[in-house]
């Protein structure tokens, strides 16, 4: 399994909090060695899952295997800017 990121991701990344960060960075080694206990499919998104880091959601979609990260998003907008991105 692999994971690969968007590079809005990427950008959005870049601007969290450290804390944030290394929580996301935990969240996505379990994820990836399949631990899915704090994984929750998105209800209108074939394939597109969210993970919980405090306030902030991180966004991605299982395909063939691997991991795209999409969004990382306080949880305030995250969903807006998900819908946004599927239009």
């Known amino acids: 399994?692999?994971?690969f990121v968007l590079r809005?991701?990427?950008k959005q990344l870049i601007k969290l909090p450290k804390?944030?960060?290394s929580g996301l960075k935990?969240?996505?080694k379990r994820i990836i060695s399949g631990d899915t206990s704090n994984e929750?499919?998105?209800k209108g998104y074939p394939n597109i899952f969210r993970t919980?880091?405090?306030?902030?959601?991180?966004?991605y979609e299982r395909r063939d295997?691997?991991?795209y990260l999409l969004l990382i998003?306080?949880?305030?907008?995250?969903?807006?800017?998900l819908e946004r991105m599927f239009r």
């Open 1 to 3: 399994m692999k994971l």
């Open 8 to 10: 809005r991701a990427e």
């Open 19 to 21: 804390l944030v960060q």
């Open 26 to 28: 935990e969240q996505i």
């Open 40 to 42: 929750k499919k998105l």
């Open 52 to 59: 919980r880091i405090g306030s902030y959601r991180a966004v």
């Open 65 to 67: 295997g691997d991991i």
């Open 73 to 81: 998003e306080h949880r305030k907008s995250v969903y807006e800017s």
